[in-house]
């Protein structure tokens, strides 16, 4: 320290300088200790001199950098805090940009990189001012450049370094090691660009600063090193990566000896390149001298002990030594426990690493319970990105799939709100999201996510990094399992050219590429192509890997399987021989890996009639199964099943039986008694048992097989054909020839069934022939009569009546019989054929009449569907006291008729059928089979087509995420997967067919479009409520009240005046209608033979109660003034709206010639309109599949008590029995699998969505993790009307009363009153959460939690509050100038209740604070931490912010209040909170805005009009604001800010900066002399190494 300086004691500089050597050593706790020692002394003594604080400051800086160093954000807060003070008291301006760089440094850590890029801007600005040159501005500009290089803005964290590097060269000379600090970071970016090549040549420039300033052996060219190597590992090049590591091994060594931790490190990284060069002894060897380091100078529980043993771990996991590796992780899991506790992700990892061996082993139970324990830390870390995303690739792991995705999706919306769409990160979740989406084999999802991952690549990295390559990969990957070949060769080559480019032709990458491009020419039987891919990999992989390495084993696996495939088994076994030996040398002896070219070498010996070797062979493979799956494995019954095959041609009929009825054993403890794989065992049996004359043996095996296959609803399996016949020559070998008969004609029926449903498949002859013979050498035909005699034959002939008849009148009934039975069986056969992929053009459309209450909404309906008026019936009758919600009517559009839409969907399902019908008939007409298609159809019918048939799922976990493998028809070891098919019975195939049958016959084609006309409640208290009913794919009429103005307030039924005005109400309804609908699509209609554009959703102006006004121009200038306010107040859904101009005359008593007339001539016009628009619109060119109707027949509910029609029993029973209200997703999957509807759970989405946008049921995916279906909407309406609509006070107990005078009072209901309001309904428990949940997700309530358990649960309900309730009384209060939030009108012109409302009760779940007290359209909430009150009010298009808190008549007392207050505003933030929440509900529930960037505003002093916040028109006084209003344009001080942002008014921003003066960088001032400075620069340059460093090192 400096010796002037003599405020500061000898003792305090000691322990300074020991605080700062200590810190160049990296040990923090003893730099923390002295510096702790340094700060008491100071407190113990009276001296608060200057020198001292400077003193301070230095310390407090000092800490909060190794804090920020350690990443304890928690403690570097209090340090930063503590220097902010010391930098106020001393004035200086440097400071408070030193200050500010650390906060910076902190909030980049936290995640928060837009708020460190302003505290460091800000750092910017103040050190610009004192020097533009000064060195602190160059270390800001690096801190800069990391943020951007969090952010995947490497341009311009490339920009911040050149700028810091300019000033470094300038002051420092070009010569300096801080340079070389700069450059490394510059290296780094290069790295994350892929630029490596740039990277190590930035590198080598920063090494060679280091090496000329501090020579070979210094310690600041480890990092380099180290940077150097984790590039060269990047690019493949193991070898130079091991060479950087080691010379950084060297240095340490040399500098820090052969026992510090450091250089385990250095060991830990070797080893680490060692494991990605398959390396595995070499990798375990180095880091156990990791390890050996670590315990000898670490604690026992030490974190990064546990690293070690992780990574011994994973590559025992990799050599196949499963007990070992779990061993290793059990030790990392019980040091990760104690030191880091119990929830850290670090422990969910390992145990998934633990789960991953588990199901490697086939132990499923127990690779379940440890993937739960790791899902359980996971999920205690709720709200983290990189937690959800850990969550996901354990969700993927398991198999549950639909999880996975779910996590990647909240894993995306934080990462999109924290940095931006365009962020690599967002790409990797995408990339992720779209992983799974393949292995649930949903292609086109997955290819549209790794499209999006792709676009944000190409920008982030441009047009020829690694990761584009990877991408392109990936995707070739999808095409190749759709066998879309030349797309995936075409990716393949663009992810080829790319890696070549960039990693030359001998890396790792460049080899796998050409193993999958050999896998898509094995696809295509290209098998000379394949092996030379297959070969251009081993190449490059003997080149880098050697002739040892597990890589080459797995390509000479794959050349083996090509030559099988040609036929060449002496090449195959020579490639497996091959494989055998390297798995040998590298894997344990009892790997799985061994046992499984063992079983594909014993196929091989097998097809080469070398029975002795393949017994052998599968005798060995078993020996390995065994102890590591177990006896009750599935890959060991199928090695089984394969040994019996082998005994069998060897004619050891009993070892083929004992060998078969193992593997039964397996399967049926495994599958259950029921799988079709059973079947397929017992038929094996079977035939051996016929083999050895045991024919009774043989037909119980045979029948056990057929009770199988039919008791799974598999009546026409093509494996019954076989079965059949082999029972039927049982029978007649044991001379049964009856029984032998009956089995044959059972045989020939299915046969027959199976030729009549695929009678458009030109496979089916091959796929019967091929299943017939797959057991005989002798076609089927052949054996059909085998052993009957001439007399049991004419026997046969004689049992058909029919051929002995002549009479013609009966012959001519019969024929006319057969002819109807015919007829029937062949619609029949087109019904089945429709199920598989039918379909007809959407033919309906919901048209919603919407629009304030108490403007004739139902009156005009009743005139547009030609109904009488009702003149007893008071305008809003239907939504306020009838019973139904929703008044419904199905329009036809041809002739504006009324029809029912049941009849509706069977008109669909019929034509469907009738195109199939007439399909078939033409088809027989020209086949020369026709005859042949005349004889189908019995009893037994079922279907065969992929979506209706086979098999039950596995019962175990296996099914859900098992990697075992089994026999392909082909017998080499393949994945195994289960199938995912579902069954539907005859029965309930023929009751539904019955059902459409009977009309079918006289049904004529209709094209006839229909509009489904909802009559919708216009209250304002439902506005909160139209989310869940409202639809994009949806026209609406708004109709207005042609005889008031816009401007004046809405009148109730009860003639009050509400404080809502006309206009406030159409602004609702449109912002709600178009602002909630996601579809930026535009369609052109034409109307009046003018064609215009239009986006969606349509909204067509109608007005009513044309009859109070007479003149019609007057009506015409009312509209038009009507339509212009509209489009001016909100001039963004211009291109929504269509004004009609139609006016309807709504006075019931007036039936006069010229008043029928003229609502005929409305209704005309209002028809052509709806046509022209319902005709352009895509979504009634969409195809819907006929499973849609009949889904659509099921749930529907009549909800219009004049539709009469009795469906059919079995519908009426199929409703009573599985239909509810209100389903789950689960429920109504559950539904279409068990009638053969389901055909995916996209699908079943798409279905539901689609009946969703008609209003027949109403689709909320958001609640729970599957989403609930309501099929009822009109009892939905009604239980939200009786929750949430307060009706005079009900009668009852005087409980009840006083409950209903709270909610009216507060806007808050109790569980009890919701109970008395719901009893009429009857609904259950369960019920009755469904329906609270729903209400909860779409923030219609909200629960108010207590900690007391006493606390009887409370709902929040905010416009419950009556429209009169008293306001508040603020006068005792000192009340903040009001802060607006919200958007720019050409954005968003108006922010709805529905939104307001919900951000009410956003606002309650945020501060969970029952103190809340209700004004209208006007909320003030407790805030319990700052003793102060927040009001929020809504503003039309705005959200307007005030604060407030008791006055106090003690000046003291009110000033102490004063500044807790505002100290709690601006560290608490409250305007951004709620600010956030707004922007998320917009976000969410009005998706047609998304993205539009949300403000603050204040008012204007001189114009008094509301104008944003921004820095280009906030000036450098933080309260001074220019107006935007371009006739205005004031400078104004806005209060607001002060009160709400910045802490300080302009005059005492002025007075500090007159008394701070300019001092120099942070610590110079403390070194005494010359060496002290040289010592002191020297600590600072490591200080500064050390803090800003990014380590670039791949994790195990």
Aim: proline share 2%; charged share 25%.
């Amino acid at each position: 320290m400096d010796n002037k300086q003599s405020t500061i004691s000898d003792s305090l500089k000691l322990l300074y300088r020991q605080a700062l050597s200590s810190q160049e050593a990296n040990d923090d706790e003893q730099s923390i200790s002295y510096y702790t020692q340094a700060l008491n002394q100071i407190e113990s003594s009276d001296n608060t001199t200057r020198d001292i604080n400077q003193f301070q400051w230095n310390i407090f800086i000092n800490i909060c950098d190794i804090y920020i160093r350690q990443r304890k954000i928690t403690q570097a807060k209090v340090y930063i805090d503590k220097a902010l003070q010391m930098a106020q008291r001393l004035h200086q301006d440097i400071k408070m940009g030193e200050y500010l760089d650390r906060r910076g440094e902190i909030k980049r850590l936290e995640g928060d990189y837009d708020g460190a890029l302003i505290d460091h801007n800000k750092s910017i600005e103040i050190k610009l001012k004192i020097d533009e040159n000064h060195p602190s501005i160059a270390q800001t500009y690096g801190k800069i450049g990391i943020v951007y290089t969090m952010q995947g803005k490497y341009d311009d964290a490339l920009c911040m370094y050149e700028n810091s590097l300019k000033i470094q060269s300038s002051v420092l000379g070009d010569d300096h090691p801080i340079i070389a600090q700069t450059y490394r970071k510059i290296g780094y970016v290069y790295t994350r660009q892929g630029k490596y090549d740039d990277a190590i040549c930035i590198y080598e420039k920063s090494l060679k600063l280091h090496l000329s300033a501090f020579g070979d052996d210094h310690p600041s060219a480890i990092q380099t090193y180290n940077n150097m190597g984790s590039v060269y590992l990047e690019q493949g090049k193991y070898d130079d990566a091991v060479s950087m590591y080691k010379k950084s091994l060297k240095i340490k060594l040399s500098t820090l000896g052969d026992n510090h931790p450091s250089t385990a490190d250095l060991y830990h990284r070797i080893g680490y390149v060692y494991q990605a060069q398959r390396k595995y002894d070499d990798a375990v060897y180095m880091y156990e001298k990791s390890l050996k380091i670590k315990l000898s100078t670490l604690d026992d529980n030490h974190s990064s002990i546990a690293d070690s043993y992780n990574n011994i771990g994973v590559v025992y996991y990799h050599q196949g030594k499963h007990d070992d590796a779990v061993c290793m992780y059990e030790k990392s899991i019980e040091i990760y426990s104690s030191s880091l506790g119990e929830n850290h992700p670090l422990l969910a990892d390992t145990y998934r690493n633990i789960g991953q061996i588990y199901v490697d082993l086939g132990k499923y139970a127990d690779a379940t319970c440890v993937y739960e324990k790791s899902l359980k830390i996971l999920l205690s870390a709720f709200g983290i990105a990189i937690i959800y995303g850990s969550i996901g690739l354990v969700y993927s792991d398991q198999g549950n799939y639909d999880d996975a995705i779910c996590m990647y999706k909240k894993s995306l919306k934080i990462n999109l709100s924290a940095l931006g769409d365009n962020h690599p990160s967002i790409a990797d979740t995408y990339n992720n999201m779209g992983n799974v989406y393949r292995r649930q084999g949903k292609y086109d999802d997955a290819i549209c996510m790794h499209e999006k991952s792709l676009k944000i690549k190409l920008s982030a990295f441009g047009d020829n990094h690694p990761s584009i390559a990877e991408a392109y990969n990936e995707m070739g990957n999808i095409y190749t399992d759709q066998c879309k070949y030349d797309d995936a060769i075409c990716l393949y080559e663009k992810s080829l050219k790319i890696n070549l480019s960039v990693l030359g032709g001998n890396h790792h990458y460049i080899a796998n590429l050409y193993i999958n491009i050999g896998n898509v020419y094995f696809g295509q039987g290209k098998y000379n192509d394949a092996i030379c891919m297959y070969e251009k990999s081993l190449k490059i992989i003997l080149s880098g890997l050697g002739d040892n390495h597990p890589d080459i084993a797995e390509l000479y696996n794959n050349m083996g399987g090509v030559y099988c495939k040609q036929g060449k088994f002496d090449n195959a076994i020579c490639m497996y021989e091959k494989c055998l030996k390297i798995r040998f040398s590298t894997l344990a002896d009892n790997h799985p890996s061994i046992a499984h070219t063992y079983h594909n070498m014993g196929f091989v010996y097998y097809h080469q009639d070398k029975y002795n070797d393949a017994i052998c062979m599968y005798e060995k493979s078993l020996k390995i199964k065994l102890p590591a799956f177990g006896d009750n494995h599935p890959c060991i019954a199928d090695t089984y099943i394969n040994l019996g095959k082998v005994y069998d041609d060897q004619g050891k009929y009993d070892d083929a039986v004992s060998m078969y009825e193992k593997s039964l054993k397996i399967h049926l403890s495994v599958l259950g008694g029921n799988h079709p794989s059973i079947a397929h065992t017992c038929e094996g049996i079977g035939i051996l048992n016929a083999k050895q004359d045991k024919y009774d043996d043989a037909i119980a095996f045979y029948r056990r097989a057929v009770t199988i296959l039919v008791d799974a609803n598999l009546q026409n399996h093509p494996d019954l054909v076989r079965i059949y016949n082999k029972v039927a020559i049982c029978y007649d070998k044991l001379n049964r020839h009856d029984d032998a008969i009956e089995m044959r004609q059972k045989s020939n029926h299915v046969r027959r069934n199976l030729q009549q449903v695929n009678t458009t498949n030109q496979t089916f002859t091959n796929v019967i022939n091929q299943s017939t013979a797959s057991h005989d050498d002798t076609p089927i035909e052949n054996n059909l009569n085998e052993g009957i005699s001439s007399q049991q034959r004419q026997s046969q002939r004689m049992d058909n009546p029919s051929d002995n008849y002549s009479d013609d009148d009966h012959h001519s009934h019969t024929q006319q019989k057969h002819d109807q039975t015919l007829k029937e069986k062949q619609y029949f056969s087109a019904y089945m054929q429709a199920l598989q992929h039918g379909s007809c053009n959407n033919k309906v459309i919901r048209a919603m009449y919407a629009g304030p209450e108490c403007v004739g909404k139902s009156s005009i309906m009743r005139v547009f569907t030609q109904q009488q008026l009702v003149h007893i019936q008071d305008p809003t009758q239907i939504a306020d006291q009838s019973d139904k919600m929703v008044h419904l009517k199905i329009y036809k559009i041809k002739d504006r008729t009324i029809h029912d839409v049941d009849q509706i969907w069977e008109n669909n399902v019929h034509e469907i059928v009738q195109e199939e019908y007439e399909d078939q008939i033409r088809a027989q007409q020209k086949s020369s089979v026709s005859k042949l298609n005349r004889k189908f159809i019995d009893e037994d019918f079922s279907i065969n087509h992929p979506h209706l048939n086979i098999a039950k799922q596995l019962k175990l976990v296996s099914s859900q995420y098992t990697t075992a493998t089994t026999s392909t028809s082909s017998g080499i070891i393949a994945p195994k997967s289960s199938s995912s098919d579902y069954i539907l019975s005859l029965q309930q195939c023929r009751e539904f067919f019955q059902y459409f049958y009977p009309s079918l016959l006289n049904k004529t084609n209709d094209d006839s479009q229909y509009a489904k006309l909802w009559d919708f409640g216009g209250q304002s208290i439902y506005h909160v409520t139209h989310q869940p009913f409202l639809s994009g794919n949806s026209i609406y009429f708004l109709v207005f009240n042609i005889n008031q103005s816009i401007h004046d307030s809405v009148r109730t039924r009860e003639n009050f005046l509400l404080k809502t005005t006309y206009l406030q109400s159409m602004q609702e309804w449109l912002t709600s209608i178009i602002g909630g609908n996601a579809n930026q699509d535009k369609i052109t209609a034409a109307i009046d033979n003018d064609r215009v554009r239009y986006s969606l959703p349509i909204v067509i102006l109608v007005a009513s109660h044309g009859d109070y006004i007479s003149n019609k121009q007057e009506r015409r200038d009312r509209f038009i003034e009507f339509e212009q306010t509209i489009i001016g107040k909100m001039p963004r859904y211009k291109s929504n709206i269509y004004s009609s101009r139609v006016i309807f005359n709504c006075n019931p008593h007036d039936n006069s010639d010229v008043t029928v007339a003229e609502r005929r001539q409305c209704n005309l016009r209002l028809h052509e309109i709806m046509k022209s628009f319902v005709q352009s619109l895509p979504f009634m060119c969409n195809p819907i599949p006929i499973r849609w109707y009949i889904m659509a027949t099921i749930l529907h509910t009549p909800i219009d008590s004049s539709i009469t029609e009795v469906v059919s029993s079995f519908i009426n029973r199929i409703r009573a029995t599985r239909v509810h209200k209100i389903m789950t997703m689960q429920e109504v999957q559950s539904l279409a699998k068990d009638l053969g509807l389901y055909e995916g759970d996209d699908k079943l989405i798409a279905t539901l969505s689609y009946l969703h946008d008609l209003g027949e049921i109403i689709f909320c995916r958001k609640v729970d993790e599957y989403g609930i279906i309501v099929t009822n909407v009109d009892w939905l309406l009604r239980i939200f009307r009786a929750i949430i609509q307060l009706h005079d006070c009900p009668s009852g107990s005087l409980e009840i009363k006083s409950l209903y005078k709270e909610a009216s009072r507060t806007g808050k209901i109790s569980t009890k009153y919701i109970d008395y309001v719901l009893a009429p309904y009857e609904l259950d428990d369960k019920t009755k959460k469904s329906i609270i949940t729903l209400m909860e997700t779409y923030d219609i309530l909200c629960t108010i939690k207590s900690d007391d358990e006493q606390y009887e649960c409370h709902y929040f309900v905010p416009y419950l509050l009556q429209p009169d309730a008293r306001a508040f009384d603020l006068t005792r209060f000192h009340v903040s100038e009001t802060l607006y939030i919200g958007y720019e009108h050409s954005d968003i012109p108006y922010i709805p209740d529905g939104i307001y409302y919900c951000l009410l009760s956003s606002c309650l779940k945020e501060w969970n604070n029952a103190k809340v007290e209700l004004y209208y359209r006007c909320a003030k909430f407790y805030m319990t931490h700052g003793r102060h009150y927040i009001i929020i009010k809504k503003a039309n298009s705005h959200i307007a912010l005030q604060y407030c808190y008791r006055k106090s008549d003690n000046p003291k007392s009110a000033s102490v209040i004063k500044s807790a207050v505002q100290t709690s505003i601006y560290q608490d933030h409250p305007h951004d909170i709620i600010k956030q929440k707004l922007s998320s509900l917009i976000n969410e529930r009005m998706p047609k805005f998304k993205g539009s960037v949300i403000r603050y505003y204040v008012r204007c002093d001189e114009c008094s009009e509301l104008t944003f916040i921004e820095n280009n028109n906030k000036m450098q006084n933080g309260n001074l604001v220019q107006c935007q209003n371009e006739s205005c344009n004031m400078l104004f001080e806005s209060k607001s800010l002060n009160d709400w942002i910045y802490k300080y008014s302009s005059e005492e921003c002025k007075t500090e900066r007159r008394q701070a003066a300019i001092c120099e960088m942070r610590g110079y001032e403390q070194a005494s002399d010359i060496h002290e400075r040289q010592k002191y620069n020297t600590l600072l340059l490591l200080d500064s190494l050390f803090q800003d460093t990014i380590l670039f090192f791949p994790l195990a």
